[in-house]
């Protein structure tokens, strides 16, 4: 599926320092997960790599949407491309992890 069909929409959420990433379809995965560090999110591949964007600090991954929550020294901006990036680049990866 190119990276294209995937239409990802960005919602805020009551907390100034998590974003809510809406997908059309449900992510994959087996049910609700949530991580705090990426040794926790080694085996799920789409939090792995969203932890590798820099100023990541919590994931919580439930049906069609991903909740990001940043660490207080980046703003929302600075992260919003890189964080869809990681969400594409994940969910297109070849299912070898």
Same mark, same amino acid.
């Given at each position: 599926? *190119? +990276?294209?069909? !995937?239409? !990802?929409?960005? $919602?805020?959420? *009551?907390? *100034? @320092?998590?974003?809510?990433?809406?997908? $059309? @379809?449900?992510?994959p995965g087996e049910g609700s997960r949530s991580y705090f560090d990426p040794e926790s999110a080694a085996d799920d591949r789409l939090a792995a790599r969203l932890? +590798?964007?820099?100023? !990541?600090?919590? %994931? /919580?991954?439930v049906e069609n949407f991903i909740t990001v929550t940043k660490t207080e020294r980046l703003e929302w901006p600075? /992260? %919003?491309? +890189?964080? $869809? +990036?990681?969400? %594409?680049e994940a969910l297109h990866a070849?299912?070898?992890l």
């Open positions: 599926m *190119p +990276e294209s069909d !995937i239409q !990802i929409t960005v $919602e805020g959420t *009551p907390n *100034p @320092h998590a974003a809510k990433f809406v997908l $059309e @379809h449900d992510v932890f +590798e964007v820099d100023g !990541i600090r919590a %994931l /919580l991954i600075d /992260l %919003l491309d +890189e964080i $869809e +990036e990681a969400i %594409l070849p299912d070898e």
